[in-house]
């Protein structure tokens, strides 16, 4: 059997030893065994056989043979000779893959390509009868042709033109319709189409809207969106296509598909953004007359934007090159009807169609520069006119909006002071109305009666926006306006929200940062005149002062010269002889805390300065005030003023270079004084009140220090033990909240931070010395009991090897009989992963990632089975002095859970929910005064799972029912619920229910109601008597509840439509 | 809501000019007000240090505000029916002046009963324009909100206000019959549109 029919016997079914036998005859004509032509000869037979099946495999066979000789083998006559004999044959199966081999060949040359694209042409017919995969075939044969070739098909003029749009048309596969969209877009670009514009735009439109959804697991990854984004390049490639392409797809805006709409506009902004400009005039007034439709009469918020882009982008165009601006422009001629059609609307400028009037001259006017005068010439004049006729406020507020949406434009076009870019070369139009806009606004601001707040607040905003406007007003019309803001700030009664005074600080912010100058020259002296020299003097109204001074010190020149004035009005404060109330130091303190607090300060060059004045000033200043006995000026003893000191100094100590803080070390609890002036609280044999309160300053500045930082007191020789014991004691007996809470502090951040590793077990030793192991069932101290706390979250937060331990003999604390021991420790569970300012990440501090998890998981279950152990014995036990001792168990253990849950991220409660579920369920079960803060955690981690995990997670642990019940028991105006934020937090819960994501196409799908739907009846119900309640803000949750049962728990899955 | 859409180009008023509670109740203490401006800016652990027991002791500090009443006043019923969307723009009732707060009166029911706790609440609409057939609707939709969200002591009572539709009497017979009222809340199309309407409630 020859080759041949061995081929021909297993082309079909086996591939393999079909291109085996062709690469056993290509090596024969290769080694010149036999030849190319008794190749050819061979099919003789078979090629002109009546079956086309037998036909197709004999040219394949040819095709195998010629794929595996090497690409240098054929001569260019022998090519020429296949060429012919595949174009003949090129209704048989296998021509094509022949022609796509012999094309890459390099001796292919042009006229063969002409040859090969005139029999496509010839017998498309024939080729778009065929499969999918083959006519893929042709068209890559084509695509591979546009490549190299196509010079000879673009030479070929309009036949090759016609041809490949007869070829293609018809064609409905997305993957070919790829292939043939990217071969149509290189003709439309290419090709001198004006003879046939209009059938080979027909060729790609026929093909619009694109509906197609690719099917699942689509093995070639087609979107919609491709085919789409390739229809849209050949509809816009030419302008030619204008006249059919405008006008079809402004029909196709009367489609009732939001989603066509949207396919047409997107396809009309390409073909603005790439015809040529004289094209986009010619249709620029119909486009108009069309959209303006679709934005008066807005149906879908992104049709009416879409729209807007189309508008815009055809005033980009035609302002392509415009150098003068004149009437004559076709710009001008575009814009006449679209001015004149917005001036008609903004007449009434408070009714509903005056909204979209002002986003088509907003949209359009921030085009250009020439389109933003033409614009300006043609509306100002009129808004103006209107506004001296408006016969009310409402009327005046909107045509001030309208104008605010031009200024946007404006600066848009012509850029802020602080722009970067190139200047406009045109002058900007509003400069003719400047004296105007500056009376009209300024007047509406001052003048207008004090009510009229938002009023106002227009006149202010579009001020604004004049005055960061690039070179359009002057310094002192700026002046004139920062002086009015001033004013408003200083001088004017509050008036409801204060909306109008928020709004002058933020304008006053913003030009700071523009024309820092004015604010330094004009608002800063005001200011700071009106803040008093005494505390006596100090009204309330300081607060305000401060408060605006530190939102506009933002720019850097600002910002130092309001520290400085800070700085001496304390210094003045602090050299007082009587003190009086220390409110207003602290308040000054706070501005710098917060001004300090919104710059980088490792990056300002005054840091140095700040350091002396603050940090080492005046803490000495504070250290040496709490050793004298005879000053009376008490404002560096007071707690709170020192806790915002401290805040200030570990600020500034965090950002101050390594050197400088290896020396404030030495001066951590010396404080900047020498060894006569003050002596260290460590180790101090009775140091007085004052001077404890001194930790405070201390505290906050070790905070800031690095962890591997020099020369800490006390720290060495031979360890810090004694230090931690020393800080425990204190901390154990101290009264005083605020010195305590500072002890605890510094306890936790010496074990957390400063202590070596190896060292940890000093700490570990210091736990069981003030808690020896077997006496956690004692009575403990409150004092102790917090020192225990703060010493375990230092070691906590750093997983030290004794966590586990150290959470257990916690928790043992709870159990304990004695009642206030076994509260205090409860409660106390919250302050191990509190977040705290001083053992934070900002300063350094030991925390490990999986802290927040370990504490969680070791504790949860040992608090649950506690819970269980108590719920049984209480059950089983009948003597009543034995449930006496217990009682108090169940509920701290609650407390103590309710006090960590409070503490950490929801994500981390997620897998432990069926275990703590039924815990969360008991403690809303719990009815006592003292249980109120436990009960809010709960509902506050109620509310978060169910936010963010919906029914779906309670369902799973069937509780759907028990949690229901126990909300709509607290949301009950009782006695137990006192508390109005538990009513309204049991609301809320029950609103996520039904307003979180059920899922509910799924379950639909699946055949199951929402599982609320049981309890519906039962909220409805109960809910309804909630409405009555005393408090407003309980009846609004209600209210919001119940709607949400009311609609989104549906009886039955309704029918789709 | 096939029909055309009838008043195309109403006028609406700006929200923020709205009645509020918040801006009236502010009015009257304006300077403790003034003196949390400061408190604005930073977070409140900043002001007071929070010591460590804070938590557990500031349950009980708003013991006295508990006791306040605050009774269901007229600006309670504004704020529940202002958010209602007009059944042909996406805009509220209120902001298009549909339902204004001197429209809304809540009297005792039984005055010769002084202590009867049941009340009536009457809230007159305005249609944009006074031919406007969806003030059947409005009216509904008004009617709905308020019997879901007022405690079953409350009687609800709306009409069209005088002079300001020219079938009122008409609109007004429909809204106060219980029956057709029911009827109308049996109409599932129709309670689509009511739906819609109080879908934008806050």
Same mark, same amino acid.
């Given at each position: 059997m020859s080759a041949l029919q061995t081929f021909l016997l297993v082309v079909d079914h086996d591939k393999q030893e079909a291109k085996q036998i062709a690469e056993r005859v290509a090596q024969d004509v290769e080694n010149k065994k036999t030849t190319l032509i008794e190749v050819v000869q061979s099919l003789g037979e078979y090629i002109n056989d009546d079956d086309p099946i037998l036909r197709g495999k004999a040219v394949s066979y040819l095709t195998a043979i010629i794929k595996e000789l090497p690409a240098k083998f054929l001569s260019r006559q022998q090519i020429q000779v296949l060429t012919t004999f595949f174009c003949d044959r090129i209704q048989d199966g296998g021509a094509v893959a022949g022609l796509e081999t012999l094309q890459k060949l390099d001796r292919f040359n042009k006229p063969l390509a002409e040859e090969v694209a005139r029999a496509i042409f010839e017998q498309f017919e024939e080729l778009q009868s065929r499969s999918q995969s083959q006519r893929f075939q042709v068209y890559q044969l084509l695509n591979e042709l546009m490549l190299s070739y196509r010079g000879a098909l673009h030479d070929m003029g309009d036949e090759s033109l016609v041809g490949i749009v007869d070829l293609v048309t018809g064609e409905k596969d997305p993957r070919n319709l790829m292939m043939v969209f990217s071969i149509l877009k290189v003709v439309m670009v290419e090709w001198d189409i004006s003879n046939h514009a209009e059938l080979l735009f027909d060729s790609a439109y026929n093909y619009f809207p694109i509906t197609f959804r690719p099917p699942p697991n689509d093995p070639y990854g087609i979107t919609a969106q491709d085919l789409k984004d390739r229809l849209q390049d050949c509809i816009s490639s030419n302008s030619l296509f204008a006249p059919h392409s405008i006008p079809s797809l402004l029909d196709k805006l009367d489609s009732t598909s939001p989603n066509v709409k949207r396919d047409a506009l997107n396809a009309l902004i390409a073909c603005i953004e790439?015809?040529?400009?004289?094209?986009?005039?010619?249709?620029?007034?119909?486009?108009?007359?069309?959209?303006?439709?679709?934005?008066?009469?807005?149906?879908?918020?992104? #049709?009416?934007?879409?729209?807007?882009?189309?508008?815009?982008?055809?005033?980009?165009?035609?302002?392509?090159?415009?150098?003068?601006?004149?009437?004559?422009?076709?710009?001008?001629?575009?814009?006449?009807?679209?001015?004149?059609?917005c001036n008609e609307q903004l007449r009434e400028p408070q009714q509903k169609q005056a909204k979209p009037a002002q986003q088509i001259l907003g949209a359009i006017s921030s085009a250009s520069a020439p389109a933003f005068t033409l614009i300006i010439r043609a509306v100002v004049a009129p808004l103006l006119t209107i506004y001296q006729e408006a016969d009310g406020i409402a009327k005046q507020r909107a045509l001030l909006d309208t104008l605010s949406v031009l200024f946007d434009s404006s600066i848009k076009v012509f850029g802020e002071w602080t722009s970067r870019d190139a200047e406009v070369a045109f002058e900007n139009p509003l400069l003719e109305f400047k004296d105007q806009f500056s009376e009209i606004f300024g007047q509406a601001l001052m003048g207008a009666i004090k009510e009229e707040v938002s009023f106002r607040i227009s006149a202010l905003k579009g001020f604004l926006r004049l005055s960061v406007l690039r070179d359009f007003f002057q310094d002192n019309e700026i002046g004139l306006f920062v002086q009015y803001l001033d004013e408003i700030l200083l001088k004017e009664e509050s008036v409801g929200r204060d909306d109008l005074k928020k709004e002058a600080i933020v304008a006053l912010t913003e030009i700071s940062k523009h024309k820092p100058r004015l604010i330094l020259d004009i608002t800063f002296p005001t200011f700071v005149a009106t803040l008093p020299d005494s505390v006596e003097e100090a009204d309330s109204g300081y607060l305000n002062t401060l408060d605006v001074l530190a939102k506009i010190s933002v720019e850097k020149d600002i910002f130092e010269t309001l520290v400085r004035r800070l700085l001496s009005k304390l210094n003045i404060l602090l050299q007082q002889e009587q003190s009086g109330s220390v409110e207003y130091p602290r308040a000054i303190l706070l501005t710098i805390l917060y001004v300090m607090n919104q710059r980088k300060m490792e990056e300002d060059p005054n840091l140095e300065f700040y350091y002396d004045k603050i940090v080492a000033s005046l803490c000495r200043s504070a250290a040496v005030t709490a050793t004298s006995t005879t000053t009376s000026n008490n404002i560096l003893s007071d707690a709170t003023v020192l806790d915002i000191l401290g805040r200030v100094c570990n600020l500034l100590v965090r950002a101050l270079p390594r050197n400088k803080q290896d020396e404030i070390a030495q001066n951590v609890y010396t404080l900047f004084t020498s060894a006569a002036e003050f002596q260290p609280v460590p180790f101090a044999p009775s140091p007085s009140a004052d001077q404890k309160r001194t930790m405070i300053l201390s505290t906050f500045i070790?905070?800031? #220090?690095?962890?591997?930082?020099?020369?800490?007191?006390?720290?060495?020789?031979?360890?810090?033990?004694?230090?931690?014991?020393?800080?425990a004691t204190r901390a154990t007996g101290e009264t005083e909240l605020a010195t305590q809470y500072a002890f605890l502090r510094h306890l936790a951040l010496l074990a957390n931070k400063f202590l070596p590793k190896s060292d940890l077990p000093l700490a570990s030793d210091l736990f069981y010395t003030l808690l020896p192991p077997g006496s956690e069932t004692n009575k403990v101290a409150p004092g102790t009991i917090h020192t225990l706390f703060w010493l375990s979250k230092g070691l906590i937060l750093r997983l030290a090897p004794t966590t586990t331990q150290l959470l257990t003999s916690l928790l043992t604390l709870v159990s304990s009989p004695d009642e206030e021991t076994s509260l205090t420790a409860a409660r106390s569970f919250s302050i191990l992963l509190r977040d705290d300012e001083i053992l934070s990440a900002t300063n350094g501090a030991n925390i490990r990632l999986l802290s927040k998890q370990r504490v969680f998981t070791t504790?949860?279950?040992?608090?649950?089975?506690?819970?269980?152990?108590?719920?049984?014995?209480?059950?089983?036990?009948?003597?009543?002095?034995?449930?006496?001792?217990?009682?108090?168990?169940?509920?701290?253990?609650?407390?103590?859970?309710?006090?960590?849950?409070?503490?950490?991220?929801?994500?981390?409660?997620?897998?432990?929910?069926?275990?703590?579920?039924?815990?969360?369920?008991?403690?809303?079960?719990?009815?006592?005064?003292?249980?109120?803060?436990?009960?809010?955690?709960?509902?506050?981690?109620?509310?978060?799972?169910?936010?963010?995990?919906?029914?779906?997670?309670?369902?799973?642990?069937?509780?759907?029912?028990?949690?229901?019940? %126990?909300?709509?028991?607290?949301?009950?105006?009782?006695?137990?619920?006192?508390?109005?934020?538990?009513?309204?937090?049991?609301?809320?819960?029950?609103?996520?229910?039904?307003?979180?994501?059920?899922?509910?196409?799924?379950?639909?799908?699946?055949?199951?109601?929402?599982?609320?739907?049981?309890?519906?009846?039962?909220?409805?119900?109960?809910?309804?008597?909630?409405?009555?309640?005393?408090? %407003?803000?309980?009846?609004?949750?209600?209210?919001?509840?119940?709607?949400?049962? #009311?609609?989104g728990v549906d009886d039955a899955p309704e029918e789709e439509d | 809501m096939a029909s055309e859409v009838q008043n195309s180009n109403p006028t609406i008023l700006n929200v923020a000019d709205l009645p509020t509670r918040l801006g009236s109740a502010t009015l009257s203490k304006a300077d403790t007000d003034r003196a949390e401006n400061l408190a604005s800016i930073f977070p409140p652990s900043a002001y007071s240090s929070d010591w460590p027991t804070a938590l557990h002791s500031s349950s009980d500090s708003s013991d006295g505000e508990e006791e306040r009443e605050e009774p269901i006043d007229e600006q309670e019923i504004y704020d529940l029916i202002s958010s209602i969307s007009d059944p042909e723009h996406p805009i509220s009732l209120g902001a298009l002046a549909v339902v204004s707060l001197p429209d809304i009166a809540i009297k005792p029911t039984l005055p010769d009963v002084p202590d009867s706790s049941?009340?009536?609440?009457?809230?007159?609409?305005?249609?944009?324009?006074?031919?406007?057939?969806?003030?059947?609707?409005?009216?509904?939709?008004?009617?709905?909100?308020?019997?879901?969200?007022?405690?079953? %002591?409350?009687?609800?009572?709306?009409?069209?206000?005088?002079?300001?539709?020219?079938?009122?009497?008409?609109?007004?017979?429909?809204?106060?019959?219980?029956?057709?009222?029911?009827?109308?809340?049996?109409?599932?199309?129709?309670?689509?549109?009511?739906?819609?309407?109080?879908?934008?409630? %806050?």
């Open positions: 790439s015809y040529d400009p004289n094209t986009v005039s010619r249709y620029s007034i119909t486009i108009w007359e069309t959209l303006k439709f679709e934005i008066l009469n807005a149906q879908e918020e992104f #049709l009416s934007e879409l729209s807007l882009q189309v508008l815009t982008g055809i005033a980009k165009r035609l302002s392509e090159g415009v150098s003068q601006i004149s009437d004559q422009l076709p710009l001008a001629q575009y814009l006449r009807p679209i001015t004149k059609e070790l905070a800031g #220090l690095p962890a591997d930082v020099q020369n800490l007191p006390y720290t060495t020789n031979p360890n810090m033990s004694a230090l931690l014991t020393d800080i504790l949860t279950p040992l608090i649950s089975s506690r819970i269980r152990e108590v719920n049984i014995s209480t059950s089983s036990s009948t003597t009543p002095q034995e449930t006496q001792e217990t009682h108090h168990i169940k509920p701290a253990h609650l407390t103590a859970l309710s006090g960590i849950l409070s503490t950490i991220t929801p994500d981390l409660v997620l897998p432990e929910l069926p275990t703590l579920l039924p815990l969360l369920l008991q403690s809303l079960d719990l009815s006592t005064p003292h249980s109120t803060p436990v009960r809010l955690a709960t509902l506050s981690t109620l509310a978060v799972i169910i936010r963010d995990n919906g029914v779906p997670v309670i369902d799973k642990c069937g509780h759907v029912q028990s949690l229901v019940t %126990r909300l709509l028991a607290t949301t009950a105006f009782t006695p137990a619920n006192h508390h109005p934020k538990l009513r309204v937090d049991a609301l809320t819960c029950l609103y996520l229910l039904a307003q979180a994501p059920t899922d509910a196409p799924a379950l639909a799908r699946a055949g199951r109601l929402s599982p609320l739907l049981a309890v519906k009846s039962q909220v409805v119900r109960a809910l309804r008597a909630v409405l009555d309640d005393p408090r %407003r803000d309980v009846r609004k949750a209600a209210v919001d509840a119940r709607a949400a049962w #009311l609609r | 049941l009340r009536t609440v009457s809230v007159l609409i305005t249609p944009t324009i006074t031919h406007c057939s969806l003030a059947t609707v409005i009216g509904l939709g008004v009617r709905v909100r308020l019997e879901q969200s007022l405690p079953p %002591r409350f009687r609800v009572d709306v009409r069209i206000k005088e002079g300001s539709h020219s079938t009122a009497d008409e609109v007004n017979k429909q809204l106060a019959d219980k029956e057709r009222v029911a009827a109308a809340l049996e109409n599932g199309t129709l309670m689509g549109v009511i739906a819609k309407m109080l879908e934008t409630c %806050r």
